[in-house]
């Protein structure tokens, strides 16, 4: 299964010639199968681009939901499923986002390194088996890289070194890429990437994957003028600058003003709730307000619900 999942044939939508078995055969009355959760994230908000995505979600994967924003130029979608289907089916993704943005061109307020930058999978179904979600997604990277030419660096369990999103992201310009157009021209690259070619071509970009614990997007905008005023209130939560524990943020400004963008790398340590609460406590320190807080997608739980009606398989 492995070796027809990493040299197989992209599908088309709804199966066909190529097409992977999604449910093992010898699953009993009443069992789930393993499930896993994949957030594919592409710099482009356009609905139309979004719209044509979806239409390669088969019948074997669920679309969880999508997420855009214009400021940001970004957008989210969320498929889960067994991971053969999610891995065929984000391999489509992937495979046509690539044809309908081209990244040379992207602007937007988001920090972004490729055309589809940054591919994660969780486990879903059992919830702490990460080496599903860890051999789902050394299979996506290697076919971005084998059949797509995609430069790829992995993150998480699915490095060798365990080397995190952030560390990746930071090596390669991400943090200042929407300032200064990190990975625009053809160039060697440097670092070098783990997986495909070493020489970027400009209108895909890189790409990062990685298999990890469930991460919860959780964004709370703030009534600062600034993002340098915001940055001191984001330091106060970022695990890094010595704050919340398993939380990633930064800031970022879109058309309804400055938020705190947060990566909630382990809800059950942190959850979105200390999270807000204690971005109240500081944002009253510094006189200013946290204003309506918002999940990006659907919590575990949640993804397991929808997975399990939608696909027709039986829940526990």
Do not use: W
């Not at 055969?25 to 482009?44: C, E, F, K, R, T």
């Not at 390194?113 to 990460?130: C, S």
């Not at 030419?149 to 390669?172: F, Q």
Request: hydrophobic share 35%; proline share 6%.
């Amino acid at each position: 299964l492995r070796r027809l999942l990493m040299r197989g044939t992209i599908a088309a939508p709804g199966g066909g010639t190529g097409s992977v078995r999604c449910f093992s055969s010898h699953q009993g009355a009443g069992a789930l199968p393993d499930l896993v959760i994949s957030n594919v994230y592409i710099s482009d908000y356009r609905e139309e681009i979004i719209n044509s995505l979806k239409e390669y979600v088969g019948k074997e994967s669920c679309l969880v939901s999508t997420f855009s924003d214009k400021e940001y130029n970004r957008s989210s979608m969320c498929i889960s499923g067994p991971p053969p289907c999610v891995a065929n089916t984000v391999l489509l993704i992937v495979k046509h986002a690539l044809t309908l943005v081209d990244y040379t061109k992207h602007l937007g307020n988001h920090p972004a390194i490729g055309a589809v930058d940054h591919v994660n999978v969780h486990p879903l179904y059992p919830q702490k088996d990460l080496k599903l979600a860890v051999q789902t997604a050394k299979t996506i990277a290697t076919r971005m890289a084998d059949e797509l030419e995609m430069p790829v660096y992995l993150y998480g369990d699915a490095h060798p070194n365990g080397r995190s999103l952030a560390k990746g992201r930071r090596d390669l310009g991400y943090f200042r890429s929407h300032k200064t157009h990190v990975l625009k021209q053809k160039q060697k690259l440097d670092p070098l990437p783990c997986l495909g070619p070493t020489i970027c071509e400009p209108t895909k970009g890189v790409a990062m994957v990685g298999g990890c614990p469930h991460v919860i997007n959780f964004n709370i905008p703030v009534s600062c003028s600034s993002i340098e005023s915001a940055r001191p209130i984001c330091d106060a939560i970022r695990e890094k600058s010595g704050g919340l524990k398993g939380v990633q943020a930064m800031t970022l400004q879109n058309e309804n003003g400055i938020e705190i963008a947060c990566n909630l790398l382990d809800i059950h340590t942190t959850g979105p709730q200390q999270v807000e609460k204690t971005l109240r406590e500081v944002c009253l320190k510094h006189g200013v307000e946290a204003l309506n807080p918002y999940v990006i997608g659907l919590l575990p739980e949640q993804v397991l619900e929808k997975t399990t009606k939608q696909l027709g398989i039986a829940s526990k």
